[in-house]
Nanobody, 119 residues
Framework: QPRLVESGGGLVQSGGSLRVSCVAS????????VGWFRQAPGKERERVSCISSTGARTDYLDSVKGRFTASKDGAKNTAYLQMNSLKPEDSATYYC????????????RGQGTQVTVAS
């Protein structure tokens, strides 16, 4: 059964860092672009980042450029989103999804991990 499982969320102070992970099982992440999305209560879903199937290309939401970095580890079949200089407005449920670059749509997504940034 193909699955995506996120982890690494939590509570962090403003200015802090977190790295969220997305472990794939039942298929190879190397065959897909991986997008990170977020959604806060009462707000629309945002595409935060996308990394291409090979990892050669990345794309980011303007508000996270320079602060967030997406990556993939083929050996671990895992994708990561490193989040630095976090702000309260980054608080949301973050989930990973697979698709085609630049991840405008997706084929499958995980359940998400909660990120809360305290001011």
């Amino acid at each position: 059964q193909p699955r995506l499982v996120e982890s690494g969320g939590g509570l962090v102070q403003s200015g802090g860092s977190l790295r969220v992970s997305c472990v794939a099982s039942g298929f190879s992440l190397g065959s897909y672009a991986v997008g990170w999305f977020r959604q806060a209560p009462g707000k629309e879903r945002e595409r935060v980042s996308c990394i291409s199937s090979t990892g050669a290309r990345t794309d980011y939401l303007d508000s996270v450029k320079g602060r967030f970095t997406a990556s993939k580890d083929g050996a671990k079949n895992t994708a990561y989103l490193q989040m630095n200089s976090l702000k309260p407005e980054d608080s949301a449920t973050y989930y990973c999804a697979i698709g085609v670059f630049p991840c405008s749509t997706f084929d499958r997504r995980g359940q998400g991990t909660q990120v809360t940034v305290a001011s």
